[in-house]
């Protein structure tokens, strides 16, 4: 006998996205989810005639609020330890990215505390993280591992990772990404060398990662090195994902249209040859408009990669030099410093993002047949998600049909820190 998890009635609206990345809104709506799937969306009164609110295990009372598919957060590097607060003040005083990753700073940093923390130190934090994500409306994040830079602590992130999946309502999709920057008193070559023979094999072994990613950048790894770590990634089968034009423009969005990557990501000094290049070979552009305010940088050209039928996603870029688990902020950055439409955003942030993440079941759709994660807001409309910048606009947040946020935070078992 079918299971109904929930009925989430009386909303004001409730917003899908079709194949085409269109919006389609029901007004007075109510969706109705049965066994982690979403199994009727349309007026309230048909839909609650045939599945009584009464008898689901959830009876969720939008009261006139919008309802809105979970958020999915295609790009983030969430697991980490230690603080970087301090190098938010030293580049307010005109510390560039660059000077501070030279001085020892920056991604090195963190890799020397996430290697001197322990694995239930990671796992908490991990879970904190994702909590606040979670209250937000993100129901799917990726999670990059990157803060090791050595087998061990490669391993030991992707394994913290599959135990959060396990234990949090947030599914968490992981991606290898040793890569990330060459470890102090190491050449790259050398270091990739490592990456290629040593750590990958490692990581196929585990079968954790779906992704292998790789920082294309000026003085990290050149458009050859990284080559290498993502032909050598496929071959153990992991996907590739690239960072690309993030700092400058070097070649890596033409490398990962050339491999056929799932995603190129960043993309602020991309040109119209890389525009070009992405849209004919389904490469998700996704686009971080967090990580350009938080470097005070000239944000990516979103309406280049949109006009040119490119599936735009929008990511928070989470870490510990762009310090926001909030999608809804990501997608008010995209609406006013990128020129997207309140629509364009919410797709890029729901179906698009679901696709840079290479879940196709209908993830970030909230369709009939789909996954059951979708968003209540406090607001009548899903243009004050990005409107009503600076707060949180969910109430409460609903995956696979379970209610697990509740006025704003993170309302599931408390137990899974145990």
């Not at 609650?48 to 979970?70: Q, S």
């Not at 993502?230 to 960072?243: C, I």
């Not at 070009?276 to 050209?301: E, Q, R």
Request: with cysteine; hydrophobic share 45%.
């Amino acid at each position: 006998m079918s299971d109904l998890d929930a009925v989430v009635h009386g909303a004001n609206e409730v917003v899908t996205v079709d194949d085409e990345g269109e919006l389609g809104i029901y007004e007075d709506a109510a969706v109705a989810v049965v066994d982690g799937e979403v199994a009727r969306v349309g007026p309230s009164g048909p839909v609650k005639r045939e599945f009584p609110p009464a008898n689901a295990d959830h009876d969720v009372d939008a009261d006139g609020a919008a309802v809105v598919p979970g958020f999915v957060d295609p790009h983030t590097h969430a697991l980490f330890a230690g603080d970087r607060s301090d190098e938010f003040e030293a580049k307010l005083q005109g510390a560039t990215y660059q000077e501070l990753l030279e001085e020892g700073g920056g991604i090195l940093r963190t890799v020397r505390a996430t290697r001197n923390a322990s694995d239930g130190t990671l796992l908490d934090n991990l879970l904190s993280h994702l909590d606040v994500m979670l209250a937000h409306g993100t129901t799917t994040v990726e999670v990059k591992s990157g803060y090791g830079l050595d087998t061990e602590t490669e391993l030991r992130m992707l394994d913290v990772m599959a135990r959060a999946d396990e234990v949090h309502p947030v599914d968490v999709v992981p991606t290898f990404m040793g890569a990330h920057a060459v470890p102090e008193g190491r050449e790259a070559d050398d270091y990739v060398d490592e990456v290629v023979d040593e750590q990958l094999p490692a990581v196929a072994d585990q079968d954790i990662a779906e992704f292998c990613d790789v920082f294309c950048e000026e003085g990290v790894f050149d458009v050859e090195q990284s080559r290498r770590v993502l032909e050598a990634g496929e071959a153990v089968g992991l996907k590739p994902k690239v960072h690309a034009e993030e700092l400058a423009h070097l070649g890596g969005t033409q490398l990962a249209a050339g491999m056929g990557a799932t995603s190129a990501d960043h993309l602020l000094h991309a040109t119209e040859e890389d525009v070009a290049a992405v849209a004919g070979t389904g490469v998700s552009p996704v686009l971080l408009p967090g990580t350009a305010f938080s470097l005070g940088a000239d944000y990516a050209d979103a309406r280049a990669f949109l006009d040119a039928g490119a599936p735009v996603a929008v990511a928070t870029d989470f870490n510990p030099n762009c310090y926001s688990q909030s999608m809804g902020f990501a997608q008010s950055l995209a609406c006013v410093e990128m020129g997207m439409t309140p629509a364009e955003a919410l797709v890029a942030a729901t179906r698009n993002a679901a696709l840079a993440v290479d879940r196709r079941d209908g993830t970030g759709t909230l369709r009939e047949g789909t996954p059951g994660d979708l968003a209540v807001l406090d607001a009548l409309t899903y243009v004050h998600v990005p409107y009503n910048f600076g707060v949180n606009a969910v109430d409460t947040v609903l995956k696979g049909g379970e209610v697990v946020a509740r006025e704003g935070a993170a309302a599931h078992d408390e137990g899974v820190r145990a």
